[in-house]
């Protein structure tokens, strides 16, 4: 049961990892584990009101594990059901626990749960569906009475477009993906569909291109290039180049984007677009976690308009949304408000009406089938908290280093975590691999660092930089003034010092 229950490392292993303490640890280990880490992340150790903010979140996430784990019984229902059981009612939970069939039930519906998260992690699959209905007769009908009509006596609403895509993604390699688009749409009658294929490599940190071919029933062939590069950490600019075959000849296109972040939520853009539809466009977007706000300005040829537009975010399990937007330009205006709402694990419903001037009233209704949550967004997240642990920890780790230099103890040289890569692939290597040398220091007590069998990632300072992949942590350390290194698996067991560590300065 221990073996497969490992298997769940993300459901069950979190708290395990974030005191550093194994899975059969017993009260006086985790009471120590717990008594470090709360004299590390102490709020009233802090004066700075940033660091005071972080510390007491990373305080309050430690005292949970450690509530959690020290006692009995809530523990025994983490082990089994990870955090899930426990906001479950305690009833339920022990009417489950009944019988051992009851419990390889629940954890074989788990495994597959995992399964599932692992095959969308890879492939990050998303689709839309968004049809359109044209209500204008509810609101603008003809005076006469058609006697002779049946059925003028309600008003006409009918549906007059929809549309429908998909696109999943494969990693190829460390750095290459290949992901494959297609969509169906039709309006007034007519329709058509379209698939793409494209070719994405990520060249180093700061830049990806892709490659894209694609072909439909309404346009022809299409080549395109993107490419995309960081020009400082908070500027980048996107250009695109495209060419479109058709009976008319061959239609170029170039789309350049330069975006810059104003602030922490806040970024501006420049468009410039020339080819079939040119034009200048520049837009302010602000992304906070209640609300989005755009406003933007389009000069060009055929469509020049003017946009401002606002969604508010409900705090709620739901994920409610609720928004509004005007646009004005050499085609008229519209007026369009909604809402969109959660309505399962990987579905949002959502609902418009656009309100325009000269086309009339229409109500849009889209279903979304959502990706599991982004993996790049949570992953700096991640990061996020785990620099601000880093940045607590400091002080500690200079009287770490401080008490071990004097006594000629463990100094942690350099330490790594991640994906490594051969000598051919090191351009991706800065995106798959992390430095967690002052972690690591930190964990250092007597001269002796010990981490226990469960995934790294879940120790303080650390974070996942490759979902989904193979991980290892890599370790220069001196001891006794000698130097040694050691490469472990993710959810192995790590001791050191070993002998058997040390670089042998002969060869």
Known sequence: MATALSEEELDNEDYYSLLNVRREATSEELKA???RLCMLYHPDKHRDPELKLQAERLFNLVHQAYEVLSDPQTRAIYDIYGKRGLEMEGWEVVERRRTPAEIREEFERLQREREERRLQQRTNPKGTISV???????????EEEYEDVSGSGFPQIEINKMHISQSIEAPLTA??????SGSLSTQNGNGGGSINFALRRVTSAKGWGELEFGAGDLQGPLFGLKLFRNLTPRCFVTTNCALQFSSRGIRPGLTTVLARNLDKNTVGYLQWRWGIQSAMNTSIVRDTKTSHFTVALQLGIPHSFALISYQHKFQDDDQTRVKGSLKAGFFGTVVEYGAERKISRHSVLGAAVSVGVPQGVSLKVKELEKQRESIATNILQKKQE????????????RRIIEAEES??????????YGKFVNDRSKKSEKVKVIDVTVPLQCLVKDSK???????????????????????????????????????????????????????????
């Open 132 to 142: 359109g209905i044209d209500a204008t007769d509810l609101f603008d009908r003809y």
């Open 175 to 180: 750095s290459d993906t290949a992901i494959l």
């Open 449 to 507: 660092l010990i981490l226990t069998e469960a995934s790294k990632a879940g120790l303080p300072g650390f974070y996942d930089p490759c979902v989904g992949e193979e991980k290892n942590l890599k370790v220069l350390y001196q001891f006794r003034g000698v130097l040694h290194q050691v490469m472990a698996l993710d959810s192995e067991t790590l001791r050191i010092p070993k002998q058997s560590h040390r670089i042998d300065t002969d060869g």
């Open 407 to 416: 006594r000629m103890g463990l100094i942690i040289v350099n330490a790594w």
């Open 33 to 35: 584990a717990y008594r």
């Open 386 to 397: 785990a620099e601000a642990a880093v940045q607590l920890m400091q002080e500690s780790v």
